[in-house]
């Protein structure tokens, strides 16, 4: 079923040809202010999302993390200030660009393989061979076997998993993820952010990610984009997180980025106690 050893043999993402490397995208995130109703939501000044980067995104809830990647994705606009992509302003939704959500990513009534081959098929594949490659995709995420069955049928990892293997497969240049494996259990979690990372290493795409797990976000950022709440939510400090890969979370210096991290969060938790403006948030929390 939804096991271990399935995952670990699909994290050999490239090993054949449904895998190729693009140019990731750069954004470009310039003066940027968020408001919804009379409360301010979001505002981020200068913040660059390098081609081929992997910047996680942490905040406690509420602080305008989703705001933002929904403005990257160009489903959302600022009231002030611009998102460029590829130096062009976007004014629709970005191209070449997958979201994946923490949950319902799939169409109930397709199978797995339909659900993975439906962007192809869009793309104008083929039927036949657009299957073909679907479950040449399902395979790399160790869900071959299930390729028949409906979301329904399945667990929420696996649903995660064929979520991600149809985004894969349209070889986006741009990956948005928001809190992607936040319900899902402790090892299919670290086996999704190997697949995560293999995908990334490989593939050249430009990834954006919103993680509330410092630990994952130490697993897979390159780059933390920190964003504080008061009195607006908005980038506090970006880290390079220059750790060798593959990291190990019991290096000393893992942790003392770790300890930062908490640091942080637990000053940003203090102030939402004590601040009234931000009560819907904690509430949320
Ligand atoms: N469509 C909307 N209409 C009104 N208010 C909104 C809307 N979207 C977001 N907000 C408000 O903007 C603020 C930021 O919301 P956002 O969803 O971006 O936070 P978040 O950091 O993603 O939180 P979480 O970690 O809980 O997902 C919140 O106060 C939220 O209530
Ligand atoms: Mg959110």
């Not at 019991?250 to 640091?263: C, G, I, K, N, Y």
């Amino acid at each position: 079923m939804d096991t271990v050893n399935n995952m670990s043999q699909a994290t050999t993402y490239p090993a054949d040809n449904t895998t190729s490397s693009t140019t990731g995208a750069r954004l470009v995130f310039s003066n940027i202010r968020k408001s919804f109703s009379d409360t301010v939501s979001v505002e981020a000044d200068s913040l660059i999302i390098e081609s081929g980067s992997l910047t996680v995104l942490l905040g406690r809830s509420g602080c305008g993390k989703t705001t933002l990647l929904n403005l990257a994705a160009g489903l959302d606009f600022p009231d002030q200030g611009s998102v460029s992509y590829d130096n062009q302003i976007l004014q629709g939704p970005a191209p070449s660009t997958t979201l994946i959500f923490q949950t319902r990513n799939l169409f109930p009534w397709m199978t797995a393989e339909e659900n993975v081959a439906f962007p192809l098929r869009n793309q104008g594949m083929a039927k036949t061979e657009a299957l073909e490659h679907a479950r040449q995709y399902l395979k790399q995420v160790g869900l071959e076997s299930f390729a028949g069955h409906k979301p329904a049928q399945l667990s929420g990892g696996m649903r995660q998993r064929i979520a991600l293997a149809r985004t894969i497969a349209t070889k986006p240049r741009l990956l948005l993820l928001d809190e992607p494996f936040s319900a899902l259990d402790m090892q299919t979690r670290r086996m999704m952010q190997r697949y995560l990372l293999d995908v990334w290493k490989n593939s050249g795409v430009t990834i954006l990610m919103i993680t509330h797990d410092l630990h994952e976000a130490l697993m897979l950022a390159d780059r933390i984009a920190l964003m504080a709440s008061s009195p607006t939510g908005h980038i506090a400090d970006i880290l390079d997180i220059k750790l060798e890969r593959p990291r190990d979370p019991e290096d000393p210096a893992f942790r003392t980025v770790q300890q930062q991290l908490d640091r942080f969060l637990e000053h940003e938790t203090l102030l939402a106690e004590h601040d009234p403006t931000l009560e819907s948030a904690n509430q949320q929390a």
